[in-house]
């Protein structure tokens, strides 16, 4: 079966870095939108980055433009997202995502969460001032 697990999450002071990784098994990796998103205490999910692990394709969300970059491994079915200059405001629960109905991600789907059929358990963030 489908299996994204999670790791990376911690506490740090602002402007400190983190790098998430999410291990994917049990799909054809090669050929998925992987995404990365995110919930606060109170707030919606909102999508934070994804990239197309068949054709490439990434995109981020506004408010980490700059500062956090995804990445992928495919000789290890990996996706990396590397957080740097991290704000209070990013603290929250983060989620691994795999849409398994698509070869990459696109612009009008993308941060669509009901677009992903399988999620991880997610790994916290937690940024001081």
């Known amino acids: 079966q489908v299996q994204l697990v999670e790791s990376g999450g911690g506490s740090v002071q602002a402007g400190g870095s983190l790098r998430l990784s999410c291990a994917a098994a049990g799909f054809i990796y090669s050929s998925a939108c992987m995404n990365w998103f995110r919930q606060a205490p109170g707030k919606e999910r909102e999508a934070v980055a994804s990239?197309?692990?068949?054709?490439?394709?990434?995109y981020y969300a506004d408010s980490v433009k700059g500062r956090f970059t995804i990445s992928q491994d495919n000789a290890k079915n990996t996706v990396y997202l590397q957080m740097s200059s991290l704000k209070p405001e990013d603290t929250a629960m983060y989620y691994c995502?795999?849409?398994?109905?698509?070869?990459?991600?696109?612009?009008?789907?993308?941060?669509?969460?009901?677009?992903?059929?399988?999620w991880g358990q997610g790994t916290q963030v937690t940024v001081s001032s």
């Open positions: 995502a795999a849409d398994t109905m698509r070869h990459d991600c696109y612009k009008g789907t993308w941060s669509v969460a009901t677009e992903y059929s399988y």
């Open positions: 990239i197309g692990t068949g054709g490439g394709r990434t």
